[in-house]
């Protein structure tokens, strides 16, 4: 269990290779002059844009020049004052300014014997590229019949899903746990819920996660520059999923393909149990294996019966996005028909514990009247478009819940899987001005004071973080969080016209993308010094066992976490697994500083592990700096 997906998420309910060795694997490289690393966004900037990157150093500051891809001096400086002291090893962060710099062009910073990594600068469709990159993930997430080879050879899976037969919600051990006691029990018949996307390096479904995933493409689709065209067919992979995942004759809703782990008395097996290739599965017969072979699929509710209101709001404003985008009017009205029917199942008294995933521990959301805002701004944008009548009652619903959000649930979180309220608020803003004045329960001076109060909490921990990191790196999902601020930045621009976040979403991009502690970019095969060792099933039987060639190209990891989490090792590897690193060395070790410690090894689910989750917040927040 130590190394699986459920640990990752139970730990959240509770609160490489050589980097010296050559200049290409390297993010610096040093001499007798200096001793540290230079950590630049390996990916790059626009010429406009503000520019900085970090040297991270045991000792003073030194000047630095910016050379060119002919070794061209084009620019020279001094570093800032000292930012603080990161580790004891590397007691000075002195951030370096390079904002001057605008020409097109790939550059690389030299000081004091150091040597950065490569960046670009070049217009802003260049971050059309690595959000592609995070498109390729999902294409290589793929699961059912509609797979695509790619670089993994993937191989038709799971289509034993076809007819997958309905169970009662598990008894589990004990609330942090997703250790199963007793048998299952079935309580309905055959249903089709083949297809979607894995999760992450295992292979459950889940709607709750697909929901928000395919709501951030859609939402892509509709805001995208150069990439908008490209995100449609990975975005209809997703909604005919969830399409099957929604009964509307019956008014059921499905949340989950698959168990986590077996149960206490070793009768069955479950998809954290075993290491192995998905197509593996259809004809698993060995002893045990039944719900590997036969995967169990679960429920929200009985038919009929109100549903968990994070769940409802969040799956109805995919089909209302693509509803929005979608060019047939027909096949509009009969998505939007979809989202309205889902939306009216939404269970808003008397709520108590969401539903997301069974155990709950997987997934422990708290937030859900920021899932109904954002499911009726949807309805009402994508009912104004088609000239539906209900478009106004939407939009009442929609500031509604944005009242209630901001009375009972603001001020906690900020964009990712758990709290979507950012772009909640900011589209209720544009149906608002579409709308005209209305008298409503909030005004969109409301909403966009919350957006720059959610920046607010990025900037509160940027101001004294040495790297300017807006999100807590010694929590799960930093990575994801700092996408998110990326996100929050651009959307609060888009809306209020007011620039002075420009720079802090930059800047939270740049530490996703290695200007960071560690050095690393944080999505597979995205910049000079990336992840490379992804807690992934296929990447890793289908990889190179040396890690050095990109298995998983566009993977989102969670990144650094709580060093805590370290403190009884990596465990051990499955017979299965290719050891990555081979040497099993962890080479970012001496990088571990106030209280993160980041692992890139095949082991590492608490940093390691990719999730489409993580990836669709990286890919809209690219859009978004992609666009015009």
């Known amino acids: 269990m130590g190394w699986s997906m459920a640990v990752r998420y139970l730990s959240r309910s509770a609160l490489a290779l050589a980097l010296t060795a050559t200049l290409t694997a390297s993010p610096a490289m040093a001499d007798a002059k200096t001793t540290g690393f230079i950590r630049v966004d390996q990916v790059g900037f626009t010429p406009a844009e503000s520019k900085h990157a970090y040297l991270l150093t045991s000792g003073a500051a030194v000047s630095f020049t910016v050379v060119d891809a002919r070794g061209r001096t084009v620019l020279t400086g001094s570093p800032g004052a000292d930012r603080g002291t990161w580790n004891t090893k590397y007691p000075h962060v002195y951030p370096i300014d390079v904002s001057a710099l605008e020409r097109p062009g790939s550059y690389r910073i030299k000081a004091g014997g150091l040597t950065s990594p490569e960046f670009r600068i070049a217009p802003a469709a260049q971050f059309a590229v690595p959000a592609t990159k995070a498109l390729t993930f999902f294409s290589a997430q793929r699961d059912g019949a509609d797979v695509r080879p790619g670089e993994l050879e993937r191989r038709p899976s799971h289509r034993n899903d076809r007819a997958a037969t309905v169970y009662e919600w598990p008894t589990f051990t004990g609330p942090d746990t997703d250790v199963i006691s007793g048998e299952l029990t079935k309580i309905g018949g055959r249903v089709d819920v083949e297809g979607g996307w894995f999760d992450a390096g295992d292979y459950l479904k889940f709607t709750h996660i697909l929901a928000y995933v395919d709501t951030l493409m859609w939402a892509a689709r509709r805001d995208g520059g150069p990439l908008a065209a490209g995100v449609t067919a990975e975005a209809r992979h997703g909604l005919r999923w969830l399409d099957k995942m929604w009964d509307e004759k019956s008014r059921t809703l499905y949340i989950q393909v698959g168990i986590g782990a077996g149960n206490e008395e070793g009768t069955f097996a479950g998809d954290h149990d075993v290491w192995r290739l998905p197509e593996a599965d259809d004809h698993d ?28 709001g969040r799956t109805a404003a995919a089909f209302a996005l693509a509803s929005q985008v979608e060019p047939d009017r027909k096949a509009a009205r009969d998505l939007l028909e979809k989202a309205a029917s889902l939306y009216a199942m939404a269970k808003t008294t008397g709520v108590g514990q969401l539903t997301t995933s069974l155990p709950f521990a997987f997934y422990p959301e708290s937030a859900w ?9 949807q309805l009402a944008l994508a009912a104004r478009r088609l000239g539906d009548h209900r478009a106004g009652a939407w939009l009442e619903r929609a500031a509604h819940w944005a009242g209630e959000y901001l009375t009972h649930e603001a001020g906690g979180d900020t964009l990712n899987l758990y709290d979507v309220s950012a772009l909640a608020h900011r589209d209720l803003i544009l149906a608002l001005r579409a709308s005209g004045p209305r008298g409503l329960a909030v005004g969109e001076q409301d909403l966009i004071a919350d957006l720059k109060a959610q920046l607010e909490i ?12 807006g999100a807590d790196y010694a929590q799960f999902d930093a990575v994801p969080h700092t996408f998110g601020l990326a996100a929050t930045a651009r959307l609060y621009r888009s809306v209020s016209g007011d620039p002075s976040y420009d720079a802090f979403g930059t800047r939270q991009r740049g530490w996703a993308f290695g200007a960071n502690p560690w050095g690393v970019s944080f999505m597979v095969g995205a910049g000079e010094n990336a992840e490379r060792c992804p807690h992934h099933q296929v990447a890793n039987l289908k990889g190179r066992a040396d890690g050095r060639h990109p298995m998983l190209t566009g993977a989102v990891v969670n990144g650094p976490n709580s060093a805590d989490l370290f403190a009884d090792g990596l465990g051990g590897h499955f017979d299965e697994m290719n050891h990555c690193p081979p040497d099993g060395v962890d080479r ?14 095949v ?15 990286a890919l809209y927040a690219l859009t978004l700096t992609s666009s015009p």
């Open 285 to 312: 017969t060995g002893e045990g294996r039944q719900f590997i072979r036969n995967r169990p699929v679960f429920r929200a509710a009985a038919p009929g019966q109100k549903i968990s209101p994070n769940l409802a």
């Open 369 to 377: 009247r920021d899932d109904m805002e954002l499911g009726a701004a």
């Open 458 to 469: 990025g900037v509160a921990r940027a101001t004294p973080d040495p790297f300017q990191a």
């Open 588 to 601: 970012y070790e001496e990088f571990t500083g106030r209280g993160a410690r980041y692992v890139d090894d």
């Open 603 to 617: 082991r590492s689910w608490q940093a390691s592990e990719p999730a489409d989750d993580f990836a669709a917040i």
